[in-house]
């Protein structure tokens, strides 16, 4: 058992060189045998136990070659979910009580097992979610970076509190663990952020429901057995993959959640705040909801930018795994005295885009993550070329065989316009050109999100203006908007991009506990 005196600061897990030559084969190893491996079978787990669920099977698919089931999944039913329920409770007692350190081993001998299989976990993600080499890499290091981070947090949040001292008592704040709670976590992160909004509950002491997103059971499979193999004490995580209609219902609406930690839609973040915030009979508590949802964030690029840097780096932020992050850059925000350079120098990358699966390094652009997501990204674009939007590069499906779309940018995009208001989650990018530092901030903050966003320029008033004025939750100057590392960057956005919780910051443990008083006379 590790002690707080034998662990390291935290440093972010760095990425792999897929340059060196032994490490691309090493990769290419590690997809070979992934694919020999599909479809693979997810099960249920709940109390410690694999299970087959009450609802019956749902399959994931290679979005980049839909011919190819990448896992089987069990689907919970609403039985299993209040036996998972009822467990977890069971479990919560003992866990509870289980010292901070030792609940902190747990998660760090994750991160040293995933870090031995990394290959393996981004190898999966290469394949479910359509994401690249470099992508998957990422994912796999910020989940590693997640256990690492949460693990010392949890110890630290479990010290000493500060308190003022008065003479005759004797004085202690302590921070306890809320009880059971629901980790939903989207696709499109699915292995570092279901292991961020899981583990974290978890690291702080309490007890765990956690439903996969449907079009990635195969990934938080590998995961949960994952948890199985360091040995997490039998109903501390419970798996339940499922429908979000029987199963996510079912969980936050459950009187004995204490909490919901969600990532995903702004519509689906809605939906289940107004369900989380109804008092059920026999519910004592309000439950917390901690969110992190959409965002239509910006690139603003003025006058005096480094136009070749900031070509590379919206380039980078609009299209990096098909424009489906969160914090991906979706409008472009260019001075009218830099705009036509910078379009002539972002076009020839955007159609120079290599497509294709991304099992094969050369390829940047893959397929989106199924056809729904797609076809809703289509009729974003039709509705830009009915509402007078310039389509400068790409606009159409590029392949039958999986869900691609071209990479695609729109000029002459006006502030009402559909692309510049409505989240597509796809690669594409609305131009907007402005006169004036001033309109551009005005511009920026024109959403009903605020996730992030990045101000490009040199000039020193400028940015101090733009530190102050531009609102998003993260907000980077002279750098792409994407790429938030733990520890580095606490992630977390205003308004309707969610609760602002800054997940891998220092206040996100303390989402998940209470703090108790307790004072003594002498």
């Not at 070659?65 to 039913?77: F, L, Q």
């Not at 652009?365 to 007078?388: D, Q, R, T």
């Amino acid at each position: 058992m590790q002690t707080t005196t034998e662990i390291t600061p935290f440093t972010p897990e760095p990425f792999t060189d897929f340059s060196v030559s032994e490490t691309a084969d090493a990769f290419r190893t590690a997809l070979e045998k992934m694919e020999k491996s599909f479809p693979t079978v997810v099960r249920l787990w709940i109390d410690g136990e694999d299970l087959e669920g009450g609802s019956g099977t749902s399959q994931s698919m290679d979005p980049s070659d839909t011919d190819r089931v990448v896992s089987s999944a069990a689907k919970a039913s609403k039985d299993d979910v209040l036996k998972a329920i009822v467990g977890a409770h069971k479990a919560f007692g003992p866990w509870s009580q289980t010292s901070a350190s030792e609940r902190a081993e747990y998660l760090f001998k994750a991160a040293r097992t995933m870090r031995l299989r990394k290959h393996e976990f981004s190898a999966m993600m290469v394949y479910e979610v359509g994401k690249s080499w470099a992508e998957a890499d990422g994912d796999t290091a910020e989940a590693i970076d997640f256990l690492e981070f949460y693990a010392r947090e949890a110890m630290r949040w479990d010290r000493s509190q500060p308190l003022t001292r008065i003479a005759g008592e004797d004085n202690e704040l302590r921070y306890i663990p809320l009880g059971v709670g629901a980790a939903i976590p989207p696709w499109n992160f699915p292995l570092a952020i279901m292991v961020g909004v899981t583990m974290a509950p978890i690291a702080a002491g309490n007890c765990m429901l956690m439903k996969c997103a449907s079009d990635s059971p195969g990934i938080a499979g590998m995961f949960v057995d994952l948890m199985k193999e360091v040995g997490l004490p039998a109903g501390v995580l419970q798996f339940i993959p499922g429908s979000g209609g029987e199963v996510g219902d079912t969980i936050v609406e459950h009187p004995q959640i204490r909490f919901i930690n969600f990532t995903g839609s702004a519509e689906v973040g809605m939906s289940i705040s107004a369900k989380a915030a109804k008092v059920q009979e026999g519910q004592i508590w309000l439950k917390r909801f901690v969110a992190e949802m959409g965002g239509k964030d910006f690139m603003f690029i003025d006058e005096d930018a480094d136009i070749d840097k900031a070509v590379m780096h919206t380039y980078s932020a609009a299209f990096g795994f098909q424009g489906q992050k969160c914090s991906a850059c979706s409008r472009l925000i260019l001075h009218e005295k830099i705009h036509d350079e910078f379009i002539e120098k972002f076009l020839p990358l955007v159609e120079a885009t290599t497509q294709g699966h991304p099992s094969d390094p050369k390829h940047f652009l893959a397929a989106m993550i199924n056809e729904k997501a797609m076809n809703e990204a289509l009729a974003g674009i039709e509705s830009a070329k009915k509402e007078g939007n310039t389509l400068v590069a790409g606009g159409e499906r590029a392949s039958d065989k999986g869900w691609y779309l071209q990479a695609t940018v729109f000029t002459d995009v006006k502030r009402g316009d559909t692309i510049w208001k409505e989240e597509l989650f796809a690669p594409v990018v609305a131009v907007h050109k402005v006169s004036s530092f001033e309109e551009g901030v005005s511009a920026a903050n024109d959403t009903i999100y605020g996730l992030t966003g990045a101000y490009f320029g040199k000039d020193e008033d400028r940015i101090a203006q733009a530190r102050r004025d531009l609102h998003a939750g993260n907000l980077y100057i002279n750098r792409k908007c994407t790429g938030a590392l733990v520890g580095v960057h606490p992630f977390g956005g205003f308004n309707l991009s969610g609760t602002d919780s800054k997940a891998g910051g220092r206040d996100y443990l303390g989402l998940f506990l209470q703090a108790k008083l307790i004072s003594r006379a002498k």
